[in-house]
């Protein structure tokens, strides 16, 4: 007999609206939007650890609000237990909050510093009317801080007069006084000390073990996702780029991002040398993420079809300058006219001449940066290069994919190089 | 209510001037409060009495037995007039205060929380309150109501109320603005608490504090206000109660004749109780105010000894900064915080020192106290060694010159470390002109982008500004900043703490070869071990002030021979971490530190004579001292 999936999050998708300008508001123009989850879907079954892992901009804590209905959702649906959460009105959704609880990243904005421990602990009791009266309700915050490590010593104190790691435990007690059946726990313990991080994730272990808890962890720490989580979604720009059973994925990481976030990790181990043949550049801009594979600019191993475009040949020009001294940049600067028509994401670049330069001038340039190095990824997109009198036309491939999850042997990876591997 | 009495506690705690000056603003309250509530009782006669017995009092009679004060034209006590004045006064004051408060308050909760069309309609109505000149408007509205009510206090206190309305409705919609976006008013909803609540015990219970503070501020405008209005004739009407201002607007022509008490005594009980008013709110504001809260330290009070001396690794190699005995400690209200205690080390040329150490150890202060950039109530102890010279006798003058080109420092938040209003370009220019001003500007833009360049920022980028980066670039933006003077020691202070693990790793990536490159010494300061081990030749260990453990990285991690430094080590999660391991207990007050060793309270390997003595510093061998029992 199959349970039924605690949590199942279905397509989800969350846009948030870039306000333009004013006369952009007026003209009705549609001035794009930061696509912060891009269509994910994931199902966590009762008793079962997910982390969900990602840098920021990755788009997991905006999940992990999507998983409690404190975002509004662009499309896509939630269901909790069986039940139906996307359409809900706010009135309908209070009293199933009690069933779905969250721990925050800063133990110190936590708790509200009005409330006492006891006063904020117990009020999830009071909201959800689950104890008779004063006496009852101070009785159970008395066992739900016991079982959290406090004592009742600190009932009477405001949250200024407690530590770190006693301000994330009151949150935890305050988290499942309820008893709820998921906790969404959105970096945990990467606010606190080394020493203290132990002491609470074996808390949080405790409490999954003795109160058939079920959590989404959100971090951007592997190395504690690996000792927590059964099971691992890796995100990156707003979707899941790799998800399978814990074990699975670092034994085996198949996603060059995972790949990169697994050897970044610093080690205490003094030999183990710095140089980690890390990914070029930066997360990119969540509003116009790069065309095909959003990983594509930054993975060592792109090839033909990953989504080359005119914005990688902005980059490419970038790295060449930065590799030469300022002397040779202002030369070469002057051959190449304005670059801001590159930033419109298109499969046809058109690169100006600057100046007395001609497109031929500006071809050979392209040339010189591709005989300086001819593997990197970019020239496997590159159709064709044409001089057009004053300007030079790049052609890139326009047969991109945008990977969706390929199945690999019981892990989902959205990345090219498994799309021959198995059906989708 | 608790939270308030909480809030107020430091407000009575206060000593010398800030205490003086607060009862002196409370006493002067309070007389003209009893003056107020006892008017019946304590003033000799009625507020347009002017006669008693059938005769008539004299006009404008000099003070006297009979009239104290002496007596207006109209033949009024002028005595009598300044007790009924201030009844009313604090009668039109209190009730305008009240009802301010009771339409400003709610509207600006509901409006700062829900904000949409609602907060849109509201500010506007708000703005617009505030953008008409309030006298004027105060005027308006009491003619308004002199048509309809008369003018007695009621009126004056309607028109003080509408220009008051829209203060207390900014003030708490900006308190809301700021607080609404607080992860435990997030906690609340997503307790499940409907909106009212969350809106109550959230979010109002901590904004309430600035309703006080502008409650007496306003006050004390509000007494200004309406004595205006009563100089201008439109205020109280002379029949229906006794005004200052009134008082005040019939003595100018009395001066000029030279009946001196009748404009002067209602203008001395303005001055005074509108000085008591503005002392009590503004030491409210001072106690409520947290930035507002500091205490000095004095050099006297740090006593001349120190604990042990901390004893300086044995290295070999010339030592571009040498550090001995350092003592940083800083003053708080509840007394002297010794953030760092006494601090030995050495940083040679090309070396990589890591300062590794939890909240709390003092490893941000070290940071700020070799290169003297303190705040205001610490004092420095000790010798720091740099060029021949002790850092810590150098007057700032001197430090100012040194820090750039000679000293470096490297921040832990890039996002607020540069100005945002100069292009990148525009941040070199100054720091390069403000050091080498001989530079010309193809110099200085040559190693502007040279410096960038070094840190993988595109010279195309040059001329943008901070917000077009993000926090990766902008760090990497700061390094260059700070390595294009060619400083020969580096101070980073958690450069990468607030940074991405990808970002962090070719950040760090990015200092090795500057190590390499240009022999550049760095003191990196991290709580994170895992960077410790990869990127740094020596490693410091720190806890409650002090260096409890220091020497080469292979032999501290490989064999540590502190048993905090064994304990962090086990404690920290890697990728091969198999099981969870943590040390018990909190790190210590620095404000009264354990007696003997300051880690004794949660030492696994804890002896009698830990809790005694402090242990010495006793060198292992190799440039690895440690200061521990186990090993004396």
Redesign the interface.
Known sequence: MSERPLLELDDVRVHFGLRGSFLQRMAGRDVGSVKAVDGVTLSLRRGEVLGVVG??GSGKTTLGRIA?R?VPLTSGTVRFDGTDLTGLRE?RL?????RM??V???PN???????TIAQAVG??LQ??KLAMGKTEREARVAEALERVGLGTGVMAK?PSDL????KQRA?LA?AVICGPDLLVADEPVSML???????I??LMLDLKRDLGLTYLYIT?????A??FCDTIAIMYLGRVVEYGPAEQI?ADPRHPYTQ???R???????G?????D??RG??PDAALPPLGCSFHPRCPVAFEQCGWESRDLADL???H???????T?ETE?AVVGE?DELEQPATTATLAAGGRATGKDVEDLLETIRRENPTDPLWRGVRNIRPDGEAVTVEFRDDHVDPPLYDVGGVKVACLKYRDDTAE | MRGLRRALAPLFAARGLPRVLLWVGISLTAVFVILAVFAPLIAPYGFDQYAADGVRFPQQAAPSIHHLLGTTVQSDDVLSRIIWGARTSIEVVLLALLLSIVVGVPLGLVSGYFGGWLDRILVLINDSLIAFPYLLLAIVIAFLLQGSIGGGVATAAFAITVIYIPQYFRVVRNSVLSVREEPYVEAGRVLGAPPRTVIRRYVFANVVQSVPVLASLNAADAILTLAALSFLGIGIDPSAAAEWGYDISRGIDDAQAGYWWTGLFPGLAIILLVTGLTLVGESLNDSINPLLRQRRFTAMAMPKAGLEPALAPETAGTSVIKVRDLRVWYGSERGPVQAVDGVSLDVRQGEMLGVVGESGCGKSTLARGLLGLLPAGAVRDGLVEFDGRNLVELPSEEMRWLRGPSLGMVFQEPMTRLDPLMRVSAHFAEALRTHEPELSDTEVRRRSLDALAGMGIPPTRFGNYPYEFSGGMRQRILIALTLVLGPKFVVADEPTTALDVLVEAQILEILADVKRNFDTSILFITHNLGIVAEACDRVAVMYAGRVVEQGPVSAVFADPQHPYTRELLASTISLRTTGLRYIEGSPPDLLSPPSGCRFHPRCPDVMAVCSERFPPSVELGGGHPVECWLHV
């Open positions: 840098e920021s409690l404190t009135s209070r009293p199933l909050r009690r609880q969250m925050f990243q800063d904005a936590s708790l509200n510093p009005a409330m009020h999830p909201i959800h405001y530590s770190g790691g006693q949150v305050r000390d080394m020493s203290v991080r132990a002491r994730l074996e951007h720490d592997l190395a504690t690996k000792f670092y990169a976030l697994l970044a990790i610093p080690e205490p181990d003094p183990r040398a710095v140089p980690r890390l990914p930066e997360v020009l970038e790295r300058w930065v590799s030469r001294p300022a002397e940049y600067r670059l």
